[in-house]
């Protein structure tokens, strides 16, 4: 190992390993620092504790439900089945290897050299009956009921695996509605096919207390109708991350740590301090992989003095993948208003799409909020089948300031499901066909 490198990138998450390959890339000689999660733990988080295995459980947990639900009309009778969380969770570390090793690989195509250590600049879990989203990935025994405190999308999602694996399950939120972040509407779509898949949902409550019994948990909540008491085997906390910015040395460099835990940065992902770049989790909401990654091409880019852009915090697309998936870009319509836009809003239901019914998936919807007077695209928010596949379109289109006239004037393929697109754009304007 050497002494020097032409750029120390600290963390091999989606953030942090995107920006090593692009600054090797460039020329420059990079190394990454990796305190290593776990054996072969290049990815960070999302490869090895979030992203990628609980989407391979999803999957699992999706398979499970057509299986149950909806193999009989289609036409396959399924006689008897076993579900092995076990199995699906060996199946789901599986893939986190594949990919951290793809790392590994591209690290060394790119001549990028991985050391193992905790770098520096110059709340409590028992682990077996209250756990975070870690100990859940490898859970290999479904509990019989579990709480899941925290409705945000890895609560949702975890919701949907456990209650595909047989376990009673009930989420506990603290704000009006599941999926707080996003629009209110789609959200309650989301809640009504929680419910007649019997999730319980309690929405304004509050966990007040939580007792150890012989057998499992007591859990007190505060609801608006009052105090409730609910028995479980295990509790999920899923109220989000915090960021790993301690034992840095942020402070003794001089890098600025606002009142959130977060590393101040602007549009380039430069900190205060000449030559020291923050990326991801780190630097700032919303703390998603995606937008890692591609603040670690623009900090590559932008120490190398190659040609790049500033990072639009107000185009980050968001995807939680429960069942039925929810996917959104921009502002909500309650944002738009209170932002000062005069808004129409255009939806359009997956019921009137052909392609959502040749897939058995009715429930869901597109709804388009949009500038009245211009038309430009100001949010899009969807739930239903495979929304999070379509999405691309309006993040990209938001990033062209599109309008609604110009996605209503596309042609889009028939059938798909980018029609519930086009539709509600249409429906913006007024001129919805099949509705």
């Known amino acids: 190992m050497k002494d020097s490198y032409d750029l120390v990138v600290i963390g091999s998450g989606p953030g942090g390993y995107v920006a090593a390959i692009r600054a090797a890339q460039l020329g420059m000689d990079v190394a990454c620092v990796e305190a290593q999660l776990r054996e072969g733990g290049l990815g960070g988080v999302c490869l090895n504790w979030g992203c990628i295995p609980a989407k391979a459980l999803l999957e699992s947990a999706s398979l499970a439900h057509h299986v149950k639900h909806d193999a009989a009309d289609f036409g396959?009778?399924?006689k008897s089945y076993d579900l092995d969380i076990a199995a699906a969770v060996n199946r789901s570390r599986q893939v986190s290897d594949r990919l951290t090793k793809g790392i590994k690989f591209l690290f060394d195509?790119?001549?990028?050299?991985?050391?193992?250590?905790?770098?520096?600049?110059?709340?409590?879990f028992d682990e077996q009956r209250v756990i975070s989203s870690r100990e859940a990935l490898e859970m290999r025994k479904v509990p019989e009921k579990i709480v899941i405190v925290g409705a945000g999308s890895t609560g949702m999602e975890f919701a949907d695996v456990f209650n595909a694996f047989g376990a009673n399950v009930t989420i506990?939120?603290?704000?009006?509605?599941?999926?707080?972040?996003?629009?209110?509407?789609?959200?309650?779509v989301v809640a009504r096919s929680f419910k007649k898949r019997k999730i319980g949902v309690k929405a304004k409550t509050k966990v007040k207390s939580l007792e150890k019994t012989d057998t499992g948990l007591k859990v007190t909540v505060e609801a608006p109708s009052g105090d409730e008491v609910i028995e479980c085997d295990v509790l999920l906390m899923a109220v989000g991350r915090t960021p790993n910015t301690e034992d840095l040395g942020l402070e003794a460099a001089g890098v600025n740590v606002n009142d959130q835990g977060w590393i101040d940065v602007d549009e380039y992902c430069q900190t205060g301090i000449e030559g020291i770049y923050a990326i991801g989790d780190?630097?700032?909401?919303?703390?998603?992989a995606h937008k890692a990654s591609h603040e670690g091409m623009i900090a590559a880019e932008h120490i190398a003095g190659t040609q790049t852009h500033p990072l639009d915090r107000g185009n980050i697309p968001s995807c939680t993948y429960c069942h039925p998936e929810v996917a959104s870009v921009g502002r909500t319509e309650k944002q738009a208003r209170e932002d000062g836009f005069d808004i129409k809003v255009g939806k359009f239901p997956f019921s009137a799409n052909g392609r959502a019914l040749t897939a058995g998936a009715p429930d869901g919807m597109v709804k388009i909020v949009a500038d009245a007077k211009y038309g430009e695209v100001l949010g899009v928010h969807m739930v239903g089948h495979s929304v999070t596949e379509l999405l691309a379109e309006t993040t990209l289109g938001r990033a062209l300031?599109?309008?609604?006239?110009?996605?209503?004037g596309t042609v889009h393929a028939h059938p798909t499901l980018a029609e519930t697109v086009m539709e509600a754009a249409l429906a913006t304007l007024g001129r919805a066909i099949h509705i």
């Open 76 to 78: 396959v009778k399924i």
């Open 282 to 288: 780190v630097a700032g909401a919303p703390m998603l």
């Open 109 to 124: 195509k790119n001549g990028v050299t991985s050391i193992l250590g905790r770098a520096r600049l110059a709340g409590e």
């Open 401 to 408: 300031e599109t309008t609604v006239e110009e996605i209503a």
């Open 172 to 188: 506990v939120e603290a704000l009006p509605h599941l999926l707080p972040l996003e629009d209110e509407e789609i959200a309650g």
